[in-house]
């Protein structure tokens, strides 16, 4: 899935960032937290899993739609990018 061991790590590295953001939910929650703190804490790790998304799903199209063993097209190039930049708004 991952092209790189190096890409792997930094994802791996979000997502432990993402595991701290959840776990500070749950402690939010266990020690009844103001409603407006939590949903704060909520929408930060939820912001947190949609880069996370929209970085894997530019990898897959750029490595799996996109054959990178064969040049694409200039026009193939360019809708892969518009796939990217509506993705990435889409989970802004």
Known sequence: MVHTIKENGKLILRV???RGQVEAVERAL??????SD????????RGA???LM???L?????????????KPTSDQAMAADEVVDV?????K
């Open 54 to 56: 929209a970085e894997l």
């Open 16 to 18: 432990l960032r993402i």
């Open 38 to 45: 939590v949903l704060r804490l909520i929408a930060a790790a």
């Open 49 to 51: 899993m949609n880069g």
């Open 87 to 91: 993705v990435k708004a889409y989970l």
């Open 30 to 35: 266990t020690s009844e937290h103001n409603c």
């Open 58 to 70: 530019e990898d897959h199209v750029r490595f799996h739609v996109l054959d990178p063993k064969r």
